[in-house]
Structures are given as C-alpha cells and as structure tokens.
C-alpha cells in the first residue's frame, strides 16, 4: 500500500531515534477536527470584517479604491492566517518510542518546542483516556494522561487531540507495561541529610490472613 | 477631513503591506529551516496557497503604492 505523504514513518522521523535499540512505536498528529475549528472560525471573523469594511468605505466615507484595498488586504491576511494553522497543526506531532515519548511543536517565527521523557528514567504509573464532550465522542477524539512517579512528582504528560484515543491508550499502557523497569523503587530526600535514599522494598508488607 | 482619513488609511495599509511582506518573506525562510530539520515536506497544495499568498501580497503592494499616484499625500 502505497504511504500518504503526510503520514509520520519510521523513514522520516529517523532523526528522532537517536538512543541505540530505539524503535518507533507510535508517531500521530493531532485530529483534523482540531485544525477545522480555528479555521472556521478565521473565515467567520475575516466576513465579520468585510462588512465593517464595505460599511465604512460604502455608506461612511466612499471611496472605491480604499474599498478594494482593504478587502485585498483582509483577504490575504486570512488566506496566511488558514496556512499558518495547517503548518502549526503539521508541524505538532507526538512520538513515542521503546525509549521515550517526545511532543514536537514548531511553528515558524513563533514556537520551537521539543517536550520528551525518557523511559529508564521515570515510572509509569497511570495512564488515563479522556474525552470530553460530545463533539470529542462524535469524531472519536481525546487525550491521553500519561502519569509518571505520582507519589513523588505528579509530573503528567498528556498527549491531546489525538483520534481513536482509547486504541492508542491500550496500546501505549500494554506497550508501557513490557518496557518500563520492573524495579518499584521510591526515592526519597531527608531534609537534615543531603543524601538520598532508597526503598526498593514494598513499604507495606503483606502479613499471611490479614488482608 | 474626508482628505486625513484617506490619508491615514494611505499611510496604514502601505504599512501593512510593507511589515507584511516582509513578515512573508522571514516566515518562507523559517518554514523551509523546520522542514529541513524536522526531514518533513508540507504538502504540495499547501506550498501552492503559500506561493498564491506571497503573489497576493505583491499585487496589493503594488495597488497600495498606485494609490498614492492616484492620491498623492497632502
């Protein structure tokens, strides 16, 4: 089967896999529905505009050229405000390796954004599938809450807008399951003693008959 | 006071043109530096838009600047 070109394979995104045994496992754009809302909303307002334009420069103060001008002028602003929403929304894609989930966002002129988390480094500790809404339920959409180490940090990483969240979600807690350290270690920091410690045992013990 | 209004619309829309224009062109050469880097190619209709959207903007340009032929400041 022939590949779309906007598709992310492994092929174009060789650059991202950088760590040795790194495997692409994942790479997805946002929904279309998400480009789709700000885009209309852009031809909304650029009539909204018009008007107040064919307004000013018909009834106001008449004057052709300045009419045409300006209608130019709105026009070629919300045909580069439409395009700079499809590269925004090309250029934001999620990854996710054996080693690591990366957030890519550029945008030209205005946002370079390169959010990763290293695999060996952190402990998964949930991973939540939200969909809000019935517009999000209509076009199969949602977000992914990856939690890593919430009893010590809370750091989240949410993988938003995404189609078919709840395949994605399986997939990433099974795939998670397979590759994250088996070890369930809890690090700690006394506050008189600047060294750390560790727990590598269960702090909670089962006791036999005590449930 | 018809004669300041146009001209400071005049005066506006050439400005927009000439920060426009050259907002264009830095945003052209940025989008080529991301494809470059990231090794991934926009689709070919969005660089048409891209391309009609830079001739768009020299045609108003060049309608702004006819303007103060037909107008000249006062």
């Excluded at chain 1, 088996?182 to 560790?198: G, M």
């Excluded at chain 2, 400071?8 to 991301?34: E, P, R, V």
């Excluded at chain 2, 969005?46 to 959207?53: D, F, G, V």
């Amino acid at each position: 089967m022939q590949e779309s070109k906007g598709e992310l394979t492994t092929a174009k995104l060789a650059t991202f896999l950088t760590l040795p045994g790194e495997q692409l496992m994942i790479a997805k754009r946002q929904h279309w529905f998400i480009l789709a809302v700000p885009m209309i909303g852009t031809v909304f307002f650029a009539f909204f505009i018009n008007a107040l334009i064919l307004l000013t420069f018909f009834i106001a103060f008449p004057s052709f050229i300045l009419l045409i001008g300006s209608i130019l002028l709105t026009v070629n602003i919300v045909l580069h405000c439409v395009i700079k929403e499809f590269v925004d929304w090309y250029f934001h894609f999620y990854i996710v390796t054996n080693r690591k989930i990366l957030e890519i966002n550029y945008s030209p002129l205005s946002k370079q954004t390169i959010n990763d988390v290293f695999l060996d480094q952190v402990r998964c500790t949930e991973i939540d599938i939200r969909t809000k809404g019935v517009i999000q339920e209509m076009f199969d959409m949602g977000d992914i809450i990856i939690t890593f180490d919430r009893p010590t940090h809370e750091e989240e990483f949410i993988l938003s807008g995404l189609h078919d969240p709840k395949t994605t979600g399986t997939f990433l807690g099974d795939m998670l399951e397979t590759i994250m350290p088996t070890t369930t270690s809890v690090w700690y920091k006394q506050r008189n003693n600047p060294s750390r410690f560790q727990f590598v045992e269960e702090i909670f013990p089962k006791i036999a008959g005590n449930l | 006071m018809n004669n300041i209004f146009f001209t400071i619309i005049h005066l506006l829309l050439s400005a927009f043109a000439l920060l426009g224009g050259i907002y264009l062109f830095l945003y052209i050469k940025d989008l080529k530096k991301i494809e470059q880097k990231l090794n991934i190619l926009l689709p070919s209709y969005i660089k048409t838009l891209l391309t009609a959207n830079v001739i768009f903007f020299l045609i108003f340009t060049f309608f702004i600047l006819s303007l103060f032929v037909i107008h000249p400041l006062e």
